[in-house]
């Protein structure tokens, strides 16, 4: 029996995972194919994508609010079609070479994807009601269900698929520095992970995580803060825009 690779396998005593957020996205446009692709050829272990739904009903991979920030259209995801979404460009904003790239669908990155390195699924604030049956529905008719992480800031999210279906794995998004409240919302969910933004890091944070069983996951977006700090914490995984500098950055340290 093959054993599919998920966060808690892929998890090191030594070093952290990597996890691309939204692929490559510091050297290609975020959350394309290409983007992907390069996440992965430059040593990824996860790659983190944000999930949104369209008008009529089909989950796509964007990380924005409005479509003008990242494509040639405009207004909210969930005011069109998938059809309109699908027609747009989403690489000329980060340049003209990569016009080709579209907009793809959740279903379009499990297929391509899910099989070859896991995903670290994000849950925005403000979603349609109904996101959490789509997205279990495509992770059971892929036989994902096991394969890769659901995580958000909204603990509401996260108890309705906590309530849906216990081979889920879960994460929750810190957004205080009450860890105590947080482990014991983690203990609910039957969850382990815990993801935390640089701001909100520090020693007693990761300390008291760890005692309590828990795996912390930086937030860390910026290319150039001072790694060697991060790393003496002991975090157990990082969220980056540039994967394999972080990659290099880790080997060279340890």
């Not at 995984?237 to 394999?244: A, K, Q």
Request: charged share 20%.
């Amino acid at each position: 029996m093959i054993i599919k690779p998920n966060i808690y396998s892929l998890l090191s005593d030594t070093k952290p995972i990597i996890i691309a957020r939204y692929g490559d996205s510091i050297n290609f446009p975020e959350n394309t194919e290409i983007s992907f692709r390069s996440a992965i050829y430059n040593k990824a272990d996860l790659i983190q994508i944000k999930l949104q739904m369209t008008s009529d009903g089909h989950l796509i991979v964007f990380s924005e609010s409005n479509l003008e920030c990242k494509t040639n259209g405009n207004g909210h995801i969930g005011s069109h079609t998938l059809d309109y979404i699908k027609a747009l460009d989403a690489g000329s904003w980060f340049h003209k070479k990569y016009s080709s790239q579209k907009i793809l669908t959740f279903e379009e990155v499990l297929k391509t994807f899910g099989k070859e390195i896991p995903l670290s699924i994000l849950i925005a604030p403000g979603d349609i009601s109904g996101i959490e049956a789509s997205i279990e529905n495509l992770l059971l008719q892929y036989d994902s269900i096991d394969d890769h992480e659901i995580y958000s800031s909204q603990k509401q999210y996260l108890r309705k698929f906590s309530r849906r279906n216990n081979r889920i794995t879960l994460g929750y998004l810190l957004d205080q520095k009450n860890t105590i409240e947080s482990i014991a919302f983690l203990d609910e969910i039957h969850s382990n992970i815990i993801h935390i933004d640089l701001s909100l890091l520090d020693d007693s944070n990761i300390r008291n995580l760890h005692n309590n069983g828990k795996i912390a996951i930086l937030n860390f977006y910026g290319s150039y803060y001072p790694l060697d700090n991060v790393l003496k914490l002991g975090v157990d995984g990082i969220t980056t825009n540039d994967p394999l500098r972080l990659f290099k950055l880790i080997n060279k340290i340890y």
